[in-house]
C-alpha cells in the first residue's frame, strides 16, 4: 500500500507505513472541455465528487511538537482537502481486537483531525483484525505479510458488522472505500486475482453500511491498474496506448466485481504512470496518459459512474520502495502533468498518498515539514499543488479549450478552465511556449497557473 505498484500477488511498500458515459470523454490532444462527475449543485463533502485531496499515513499532523502540529492543521484548514484515512494500520490501531471489545482511539484522533481541518472526511475499510483471518484474539501483527490478508469467507460478514460500527460511530463520514487494492486476495494457484471473494466481501459491507444509512456513499473496488510495457505478455487488448497496455488480469477482476457488485456510489482504482516493472513508457511526462486512457475505459465499463482515485503514482521506487532521486521541482512538475492526465480521464476525486515521516530535513514528496519538530508543520511544495488543484478544479469545473502553439505542444501540459489555466513545463531545461495568446518563458520543470483574459 502506498508508495507503491501491486503486482501478479506481489507488493512494494512503506513498511512504516503499516502501524452518461460520453459526457466526460475528452480530447487527448491539448483541448478539454467537460465537466467533473457529481460536482454540479453539490456542498462540499457532499455527493461522490470529491476534487482532490490525500491520504493520511504513519505519521500526521496529529502527533508531535503541539507548536508543528498547530502549523500543519492551519496550512491544511487554509484551503480544506478531501481526506481519507484506513480504518487499521496508516496511523490508526486494531478497532477490534477481539470480537465485539472496540478500540477507536487512535481513528477518533484521526477524524479529529479530518474535521479540525475542515475536509470531507473519508474513511477506507481497511484491514482486517487478527482474528478475522486466523490469528489469534486479543493480539495485533503488524508484520507487512499480517496486514496484507484478507478477513476469512467465514468472518466476511463480521468485517461487514465492524463497517456499520464505524459508520455509526461518525456520522459525518458520509463516504467509504471497501478494502484495498485486493489486499489478499490473490489466488497463487490460478496466479490470477480472486474477485469472487474479494465481491463477496464487497457486498456484504455494502448491504451492511446501506442498513446504516442508505444515504451513505459507498464504492470500490480499489484494484490497481497494473500495466506491461508495449509488446510485453500478459497485456490487455482493452485498454493500451503508447504507455503500454492493462494487465489481463486487472481487466478480468474488474469486469467481475462491475458485473456482480449489489451496488455502487462510485468506482475506486489506483495506480501508476508506470509500469508494473518501473518503466515509464514513452517517457516519464507522456507515460502519464496512462492515467487518462484508464479513466476513460474504467468510466465507460461502468456507465458512469463517478470515477475516484484512491492512489496515482508518477515516480518509481527503489529497492526500498523510496523516491527522493528526483529533484522536487520535478517531482512536482511530473505530478502536476499526471494530475492533468487524472482530470482528463474523468477523475472525480484523488487522493494523493502523502509519504509523510518523522525525520528532520528533507521529506521527498511529502506535503508539511515533520511535525516531531519543534520548527515544522511547514507546508512544502506539493502540498501547494494539490491545493492550487482543490480550488481552480474542484467539483464542478467546466474544463475549456487551451489554444498551444505547435511549437511547444511536446514541451507543456495544459489545464484550464473559464478563468485560470495551468501550464507545466515538461522540459529541465527553459521553455517558450504561446499558450492561450500569451507568450510565456518558463523555468525548468516550472508550474504555472494565471488568470485568463
Known sequence: MGRHQAGAGGRRWRLTALLGVGAFLVALALTLITTLPGGAGAGPGEGPALGWGFTHTQYSADSGDAAAERRARKALKAA??????????????????????????ELDRRVALMRASGSAPVLTLCCAPDWMKGGAEGRTDWSEESLETAPDPAHYQDFADLAAKIARRYPDVRHFVVWNEFKGFWNDEAARWDHEGYTALYNKVWTALKQVDEDLLVGGPYLVMDSVAPGAGGGSTAVTGAWGALDARVVAAFRYWNAHKKGAD??????????ADDALVPDTFTAADKFTDVGRWVREETGGLPLWW??????????NDDRDGWSEDKRVAVQAAGMIALAKGGAATAFYWNPQTRAAGACAGCLWTSTERANGGAPLPMLRLVQDFQRAFGPGTRYRSVDVAPAARRAVR??????R?????????????EVDGRSLAL????VRWSERR
Not at 477490534?96 to 472496540?102: D, I, L, M, N, T
Not at 495544459?414 to 478563468?419: N, R
Not at 501550464?423 to 527553459?430: D, E, G, Y
Open 310 to 319: 484512491n492512489e496515482y503514482y508518477v515516480e518509481p521506487g527503489d529497492e
Open 443 to 446: 523555468g525548468p520543470y516550472e
Open 266 to 275: 462510485f468506482v475506486v482504482v489506483d495506480g501508476s504512470s508506470y509500469t
Open 421 to 433: 489555466v495551468l501550464v507545466v513545463n515538461t522540459r529541465a531545461t527553459p521553455v517558450r511556449a
Open 414 to 419: 495544459v489545464l484550464a478552465d473559464a478563468d
Open 80 to 105: 480544506p482537502l478531501p481526506q481519507n484515512q484506513h480504518v487499521m494500520g496508516w496511523g490508526a490501531s486494531n478497532p477490534e481486537p477481539s470480537p465485539g471489545r472496540y478500540d477507536f482511539a
